[in-house]
């Protein structure tokens, strides 16, 4: 099983798209995207130093255009990616990425938002001084006891002994200076506290702007920063992206989800490393592939050969999927027993799982022409649960 990950802010350095501008179809293609966002995304990712690419309206376009374009490099005939890649996420800014290269937002609509993103976090960021920090080592629980002490937010929970804490810059010196046992504090480089209530400004402004976004079912699995469910349903997933700018990023959540669904292989997008050093540590025995320069494209391929397989949520025009958010026990809802025929919003189930029980709602109306589980079995992240033949959907 393959899942591609696209990486958040911070994994820029200085000249790193130089390498790749050196094929003209990587750079007409990054040329488009910075017309579209109306940034000079090519002199930022090979001029410009580390300073200027820390600005979040700078570092976050330029990451979310480089994902989706060397996605196109690794895939020259993009249909042919779906049945291979089993799943797809992103950490933070990462996740625009991961919609767009699962088909659910357009690259075009994905770097407007992106554009806007980045602009009105900058703006939130610059009402109150905050920070972040990284959190390395020490327990779990009492990381986050002395995290919750201080006022703070556990912004990015990343996995086993790296958590980042997110919050004013008088909060953050408090809690260096009583630090989590055997815990190393990292201050981080970066214009505010993200993924706090202190980005709360810029959800509405990214809100308003996603209410004119059309979107689809993703191709693929979508795994969400908010919970590490599988999200299936094109208007979800973009409401999540958008409340996450001020919520946690649960990456442990996600890689637990990868474990669940039987990763074999992560491939990470340039600029890659980040979240493969992360996989490195959690998912012990899953290879990883960091894809940083253009000469590595054909060890990609031969990497995505080997652990890719086939995807079993692509859809056709004329029916729809309903999958499982996550892995637990599906039970039937009785209002759908022995129906034919359900309306959009329809609650056609819950998934049971030992961390809780979810209630499973079909984004479209239609014909069921197939249900795929029993009531009482087990199922697994973004499995498909309910074929339908459409006839509208819900987009709240």
Request: charged residues 20%.
């Given at each position: ?381 973004g499995q498909p649960l309910l074929r339908l033949h459409p006839t509208g959907a819900q987009h709240s």
């Amino acid at each position: 099983m393959l899942v591609i990950v696209a990486p958040g802010q911070g994994a820029q350095t200085p000249g790193f798209l130089t390498p790749w501008l050196e094929d003209p179809a990587f750079a007409a293609r990054m040329e488009w995207l910075s017309t579209v966002a109306g940034i000079d995304l090519i002199h930022y990712g090979t001029n410009a130093d580390a300073e200027t690419i820390r600005a979040t309206e700078i570092a976050q376009p330029l990451l979310v255009a480089t994902g989706l374009v060397a996605a196109l490099q690794l895939f020259p005939h993009p249909a042919d990616a779906f049945a291979k890649i089993g799943a797809v996420a992103g950490h933070s800014v990462g996740e625009i990425t991961a919609a767009a290269g699962a088909r659910a937002i357009s690259a075009e609509q994905a770097m407007v938002l992106v554009r806007e993103r980045g602009k009105a976090m900058a703006e939130a960021a610059a009402k109150t001084p905050t920070g972040m920090t990284a959190v390395l080592g020490g327990s779990r629980d009492e990381v986050l006891a002395s995290i919750e002490k201080h006022g703070l937010t556990p912004a990015n929970d990343n996995g086993p002994g790296q958590i980042v804490a997110a919050g004013t810059l008088e909060q953050l010196e408090a809690f260096a200076a009583e630090p989590p046992a055997k815990a190393r504090l990292m201050p981080l480089s970066v214009a505010g506290a993200f993924h706090t209530e202190h980005m709360e400004p810029a959800v509405g402004h990214l809100a308003r702007l996603a209410q004119s976004v059309t979107t689809h079912d993703p191709r693929t699995r979508l795994i969400s920063n908010k919970d590490g469910q599988i999200v299936h349903d094109g208007a979800k997933a973009l409401g999540r992206i958008v409340g996450q700018i001020a919520n946690p990023v649960r990456w442990d959540l996600c890689l637990d989800t990868m474990s669940d669904i039987g990763v074999t292989g992560i491939l990470e997008m340039p600029p890659a490393g980040t979240l493969t050093g992360i996989a490195k540590r959690a998912l012990k025995g899953v290879e990883t592939f960091a894809l940083k320069t253009p000469d590595q494209l054909e060890d990609a391929r031969a990497f995505v050969e080997k652990h890719g397989e086939t995807n079993l949520i692509e859809t056709t025009p004329t029916w729809r999927l309903v999958v499982s958010p996550t892995k637990g026990t599906f039970k039937l809802s009785e209002a759908v027993s022995g129906v034919d025929v359900i309306p959009a919003g329809t609650d056609i189930g819950a998934i049971a799982s030992l961390r809780d029980t979810i209630v499973i709602t079909s984004a479209h109306g239609g014909e069921i022409i197939e249900w795929l589980v029993e009531d009482g079995d087990l199922v697994s992240p973004g499995q498909p649960l309910l074929r339908l033949h459409p006839t509208g959907a819900q987009h709240s």
